[in-house]
C-alpha cells in the first residue's frame, strides 16, 4: 500500500466521521418537516413557483417567532413538474421517504386528484391553496381555496342585481373546473329565472390563441338590446389572447363586462392592462384590500423574494391562511401526528388578510368573504363589491341534481364526507 | 341632399319632436338636483351611487369645468387631495405627476402621487359619463367626434336624448353622422309615432346596420298587418345583409389564422420540407423571437411603434444564430438518422424552455401592441377587420414572397436546392454542402423567430409559446407537400378557413379535432399533400 492510498483512506474515513458527527448533531435540533409540492417547472410553473415562494417565506417567518411545539419547521420541497401522475410520487415519496405531517401543494384539480387516493392511503394531511369546482370532501385535504358558492355564484349575484345583467356567456377552458362550475352556474341562473335563450356555453382548448370568431360571437349575442355579460373560467394562458381580441374588436367593459374567476393580479402582469380596465374578477382576496395584516404581509413578500414589484395573490392568501391554521392545530393538538391535526383543525379560526376571520368547518372548507374587483390601469383591482359577511365554503352544490342532498361533516359521530341528508347513507364516495 | 327631407311625413316627424323637446325640458325643470357645489364634493365619496347622482347633477347644471372633469374621470384621471377634497387633473410628464386644480390655481409637480387620491369610477359611472359626454359633444366640430358620440347614444336610445338630437338633424352635414342620427330618431318615432310615423321609421331603419336598429325592429309591436309585414320585410332586409357581412368576417377570420398557421410553419417548411430535418425546436425558435421583441421592447421603452419594426431583423438574427448553433453543435452529426434527430431536437426544446424560465422567470412577459396595430378598422357598423390581424396577413405574404425570391433567385437558394437534391453531385460541382447545410437551418430558424414577433402581438410571451404552435406547424407543411413552399402557404390559409367555417357550429374544440381528422383522412389518400413534387427530386 503506498503512502498516497493511506492517506486517501484517511481521509475517507475522516469524512466519515465528520459526517456521522454532523447527521448526530441534526439529530439533537430535530425539526418538522413540511413538504411543499408545487411544480417548479413545466406548464404550470407560471402560477406555482409562487405558492413556493410564499411558503417558504411563512415557514421562515414562523422560525422566526420561535417555530412550531419548540422545534423549528424545514421545508422539504419537490418538484412534480406539472406532471399529474409525477404529483402522486412525489407526495408518496414526501410521506413515507421524508417523514413530513403535512403538504401544502398542487394547482391544478387533475393534480388534487392524482395525490387524493395517496395521501387518504397513508393519512396524511394536505392543503389545498386554489379556487376549485367543489364535488368532493377529503378527510385528509383541507381546502382553502374557493368553492363555487364562495366566487362564482356571488360574482353573478353582483352582475345580476346589480349590473343589471340579463343574458349570459358562460366561457371556459373545456376541463373539470369549468365544465363543473358552468354546470352549476346554469342551473343556478334557470333557478332564478334566465330563459334557456339568453345563456350562452362555449368551451375552448387549454391554450386557445385564435379568439377571432368566438369574440365576435360573443359580439352579436351581446347586441340583442339585453344588457351583457361573459362569466370566464378561462384558465391561464389563454386569457391574454382572448381580452386582447376583446380590446381589438372594441369591447369594452361597458358593453360587455367580463368577470373571470381565474385571472388575478399575477396573471394581470404578464399583460398589457390597458384594453382590460373595468373588466372584472371575483375572488377573496385583492392586494389592494386595504387591511393592517395585508400591509405587513405584502411588505414581507417583497423583503422576502427582494423585489418590490411582485405582486400578491388569492392563492397566496389561501396558503396563508392554511399554514396558520394548521400551527394553530398543532399547537392546539400538542403533536404534528396527521390524526391529531385532522381532529384539532375544525373550528380553528385565524385572521385572514381582508381584515377578517377564517373558520375551518366541519366539511374541510374555510369561510371567506367574496370580494369583486375591476381591473385598472396598473394591473391592481379596485374592489367595487364585496359580501357583508363571511360566506362558508359548500362542498355539495345545491344547484346539482346529483349533489343537492349530501353534506360532509367529518367531526364524529358521522364522519363522513358524502352524507345523504334524504336517504340518510354515508356513501363513502368522497370524491 | 336637403331637399329630400322636406317631405310630409318630415313635416309630421317635426311636429313630434317638438312636443317631445318641450317633454324632455319639463323633465329637466322640475327635478330635484344636488347644488353645484355639493355634486363635486360628492366625487371624493366612497359611494358609487351618491357619485352617480353627483354626475347628473352636474351635467344638467352643465357648469365650463364639467367637461373636463368628466373626461379626465374617465380616464382615471381626476383627484382629490386627501387634505382638503379639493379635485385635480392629473398629467404625467415624464417621470413626473402634475397635479393642476379643477378650478384654476398653481399646478403641483410631484414624483409620486402621495397626498392625493384617485376619484374611484366603476363600470356604471363609466357608462353614465359616457353618455353624458356624448349629449354634450354633439356640437362638436369634428365629424369623428360626433359620429362616436351619436353612436354612443344609440346604445341606449330614450326620448330625452332624441330631443336633443331633433334640432340637430337639419344643421347636419356628414353623411355617416346624419344617418346615425337618423336612425337614433326613427327607434324612437317606432316607439312613440303614430302609424304614418312608423311606417317611414321602419323604412330607415331597413337601410341601418346598427343593432339598435334591429332591436327596435324585432320588440316592435304592430298595430295592424300592414306594418307588422313591412317590419318582417324590414328584417329579413338587415338579417340578410349581416349574414352576407358575417361570411366576409368569417373569410377574414380564418385567413389571418391561415396566416399565422402559415407564418409559423413557413421556417418548418426550410428545415423540415428541403432539408428533412424533424426539428422538434422549431417552436422554441419561434419563442426566442417572442422574447427577442420583448427585450427590444425593454431597451426602447419611448418607441413602442418602432420596437415592432426594429424587432423583427433582430428576431431574424437571433433565432437564426440560435439555429445555425443548433445545427453545427447537434444535427449535423444525425444527418440521415431521423429517429435520433426527433428526440435530439425535442431535448434541445425542453433546455430552450427552461434556459428561458430561468433568465426571464416562469411568468409571462408582456409585449405593448404598438398603437397603430389596436383597434379595428370599421368599415360599417357590422363588419370591422382588426389592425393588428391585418398587419399580421400582410407580413406573412411578404415574409413568403422574400424567402420564395431567396430560394429562387439566389445563389444561396440554388445551393441549397442543388443540395437536397442531389448532395454529393453538388458536392462535385464545387457547393461547400456542410456550410449550406448550416446557412439553410439558420434561415428556416431565422424566419420562425419573425413569425415569433407576430406571435407575441396575439398572444402571451412565455416558455410555452412554441409548444403551442409545433403540432400545427408540422400539420401544415405536410397537408402542404413536404418541400413545397407555396403548398405550405395555400395548406395554411385553407385550414385556417376550414377551421373558421366549422368553428361557429361545432365549436372550437371539436372544430380542432374535425380539421386533424380531415388533415389524416386527406393524408391515407394522398400521402405528399397538396403539392407533392414531382420529377427526380420526389423519387427518394
Known amino acids: 500500500m503506498t503512502m498516497k492510498t493511506l492517506k486517501k483512506m484517511a481521509f475517507t474515513s475522516l469524512l466519515m466521521v465528520a459526517s456521522m458527527a454532523s447527521a448526530g448533531l441534526a439529530m439533537a435540533e430535530e425539526t418538522i418537516k413540511v413538504g411543499v409540492l408545487h411544480s417548479l417547472s413545466g406548464t404550470m410553473a407560471i402560477s406555482e413557483t409562487t405558492l413556493k415562494d410564499t411558503m417558504l417565506m411563512l415557514i421562515e417567518e414562523q422560525n422566526k417567532k420561535g417555530g412550531v411545539l419548540g422545534k423549528k419547521l424545514e421545508a422539504v420541497v419537490v418538484d412534480p413538474a406539472s406532471n399529474w401522475p409525477l404529483f402522486a410520487e412525489k407526495a408518496r415519496e414526501l410521506v413515507t421517504k421524508e417523514g413530513t405531517d403535512v403538504i401544502f401543494g398542487c394547482w391544478t384539480s387533475v393534480s388534487r386528484k392524482s395525490v387524493l387516493p395517496v395521501i387518504e392511503e397513508l393519512d396524511s394531511v394536505l392543503f389545498y391553496p386554489v379556487q376549485y369546482e367543489g364535488e368532493e370532501s377529503s378527510k385528509n385535504v383541507f381546502y382553502t381555496g374557493a368553492a363555487p358558492n364562495q366566487q362564482a355564484i356571488p360574482a353573478v349575484d353582483y352582475l345580476m342585481n346589480d349590473i343589471g345583467v340579463e343574458r349570459w356567456v358562460l366561457a371556459g377552458t373545456d376541463y373539470v373546473y369549468p365544465r363543473t362550475t358552468n354546470k352549476i352556474l346554469e342551473a343556478y341562473l334557470i333557478a332564478k329565472g334566465v330563459d334557456k335563450k339568453d345563456i350562452m356555453i362555449n368551451y375552448t382548448p387549454f391554450g386557445h390563441s385564435d379568439w377571432q370568431s368566438i369574440v365576435s360571437d360573443i359580439k352579436k349575442f351581446g347586441s340583442a338590446g339585453k344588457k351583457t355579460a361573459v362569466v370566464s373560467t378561462i384558465n391561464g394562458d389563454a386569457n391574454v389572447p382572448f381580452y386582447k381580441e376583446l380590446g381589438n374588436q372594441g369591447i369594452s367593459a361597458e358593453d360587455i363586462p367580463v368577470v373571470a374567476f381565474s385571472v388575478g393580479e399575477e396573471e394581470l402582469s404578464g399583460l398589457d392592462t390597458k384594453p382590460l380596465v373595468g373588466h372584472l374578477a371575483a375572488w377573496n382576496y385583492f392586494m389592494s384590500v386595504e387591511s393592517d395584516e395585508n400591509e405587513e404581509f405584502i411588505e414581507a413578500w417583497h423583503k422576502f423574494i427582494k423585489d418590490k414589484k411582485r405582486v400578491t395573490n388569492d392563492p397566496m392568501e389561501a396558503h396563508y391562511i392554511g399554514f396558520n391554521m394548521w400551527v394553530k392545530a398543532v399547537e392546539k393538538a400538542g403533536t404534528t401526528d396527521p390524526k391529531a391535526v385532522q381532529e384539532a383543525m375544525i373550528g380553528v379560526a385565524v385572521p385572514n388578510l381582508s381584515g377578517g376571520f377564517s373558520a375551518m368547518m366541519p366539511n374541510h372548507h374555510i369561510t371567506k368573504p367574496v370580494l369583486i374587483g375591476e381591473i385598472q390601469k396598473d394591473g391592481q383591482f379596485d374592489i367595487v363589491w364585496e359580501t357583508s359577511g363571511l360566506v362558508p365554503g359548500d362542498a355539495w352544490s345545491d344547484f346539482l341534481p346529483g349533489s343537492k342532498d349530501l353534506i360532509s361533516d367529518w367531526r364524529a359521530p358521522m364522519s363522513c364526507g358524502n352524507y345523504n341528508v334524504k336517504t340518510k347513507k354515508c356513501s363513502g364516495q368522497n370524491y | ?540
Not at chain 2, 368553428?503 to 407533392?532: D, H, S, Y
Open chain 2, 1 to 540: 341632399m336637403i331637399v329630400h327631407y322636406a317631405r310630409p311625413q318630415m313635416i309630421r316627424l317635426l311636429s313630434w319632436l317638438l312636443c317631445l323637446a318641450c317633454l324632455g325640458f319639463f323633465q329637466g325643470g322640475f327635478a330635484e338636483v344636488l347644488n353645484l357645489d355639493e355634486a363635486w364634493n360628492t366625487l371624493s365619496k366612497k359611494s358609487y351611487s351618491d357619485k352617480a347622482e353627483a354626475i347628473e347633477a352636474i351635467v344638467q347644471q352643465n357648469p365650463p369645468e364639467a367637461l373636463p372633469a368628466l373626461k379626465a374621470m374617465l380616464e382615471g384621471q381626476l383627484f382629490y387631495a386627501k387634505s382638503n377634497k379639493a379635485l385635480f387633473i392629473l398629467r404625467e410628464d415624464g417621470d413626473n405627476y402634475l397635479f393642476t386644480p379643477l378650478f384654476g390655481g398653481n399646478t403641483a409637480t410631484q414624483e409620486n402621487k402621495r397626498g392625493y387620491k384617485k376619484v374611484r369610477i366603476n363600470n356604471r359611472l363609466r357608462v353614465q359619463i359616457r353618455q353624458s359626454l356624448a349629449s354634450m359633444q354633439l356640437k362638436h366640430e369634428d365629424a369623428a367626434v360626433r359620429l362616436e358620440a351619436v353612436q354612443e347614444l344609440l346604445k341606449e336610445p330614450d326620448e330625452e336624448t332624441a330631443a336633443l338630437i331633433a334640432p340637430l338633424v337639419y344643421e347636419e352635414q356628414d353623411g355617416r353622422v346624419l344617418s346615425a342620427m337618423q336612425t337614433l330618431l326613427a327607434i324612437i318615432q317606432l316607439e312613440q309615432g303614430d302609424e304614418a310615423a312608423q311606417a317611414s321609421a321602419i323604412e330607415t331603419l331597413s337601410s341601418s346596420l346598427n343593432p339598435s336598429a334591429l332591436n327596435a325592429l324585432t320588440e316592435y309591436k304592430a298595430p295592424n298587418g300592414e306594418l307588422e309585414d313591412s317590419a318582417q320585410a324590414a328584417i329579413n332586409k338587415i338579417e340578410a345583409q349581416r349574414d352576407l357581412y358575417a361570411v366576409a368576417e368569417t373569410v377574414f377570420f380564418g385567413l389571418s389564422l391561415g396566416s399565422v398557421l402559415a407564418l409559423s410553419a413557413i421556417g418548418l417548411a426550410i428545415t423540415f420540407g428541403v432539408m428533412g430535418v424533424i426539428n422538434m425546436a422549431h417552436g422554441e425558435l419561434m419563442m426566442i423571437g417572442a422574447y427577442t421583441t420583448y427585450v427590444v421592447q425593454l431597451l426602447m421603452p419611448n418607441h413602442i411603434g418602432l420596437s415592432i419594426i426594429v424587432a423583427i431583423p433582430a428576431a431574424f438574427i437571433v433565432a437564426g444564430l440560435v439555429g445555425v448553433a443548433i445545427e453545427r453543435g447537434i444535427i449535423r452529426f444525425l444527418y440521415g438518422r431521423a429517429l435520433e434527430t426527433l428526440l435530439a431536437t425535442f431535448g434541445i426544446s425542453l433546455i430552450l424552455q427552461q434556459t428561458v424560465r430561468s433568465i426571464f422567470s416562469p411568468l409571462n412577459r408582456s409585449v405593448e401592441t404598438p398603437q397603430w396595430m389596436s383597434g379595428a378598422w370599421q368599415i360599417n357598423e357590422v363588419l370591422a377587420l382588426t389592425w393588428n390581424r391585418l398587419y399580421i396577413i400582410i407580413f406573412t405574404l411578404l415574409v413568403f414572397t422574400a424567402l420564395l425570391m431567396v430560394m429562387k433567385k439566389s445563389t444561396l437558394g440554388l445551393q441549397v436546392r442543388a443540395v437536397s437534391q442531389n448532395r454529393a453531385m453538388a458536392r462535385a460541382m464545387g457547393v461547400r454542402s456542410e456550410w449550406v447545410d448550416a446557412l439553410t437551418f439558420g434561415l428556416g430558424s431565422g424566419i420562425a423567430g419573425m413569425a415569433g414577433v407576430a406571435l407575441s402581438l396575439l398572444t402571451n410571451v412565455g416558455p410555452n409559446l412554441g409548444q403551442a404552435y409545433i403540432i400545427d406547424s408540422f400539420m401544415v407543411v405536410v397537408f402542404g407537400g413536404v418541400g413545397n413552399l407555396w403548398g405550405t402557404l395555400v395548406a395554411g390559409m385553407s385550414l385556417g378557413v376550414v377551421n373558421k367555417v366549422i368553428e361557429p357550429w361545432a365549436g372550437a374544440v371539436m372544430a380542432k379535432i374535425l380539421v386533424l381528422v380531415f388533415i389524416i383522412l386527406f393524408i391515407q389518400k394522398r400521402p405528399k399533400g397538396l403539392f407533392p413534387q414531382r420529377g427526380r427530386a420526389a423519387e427518394d
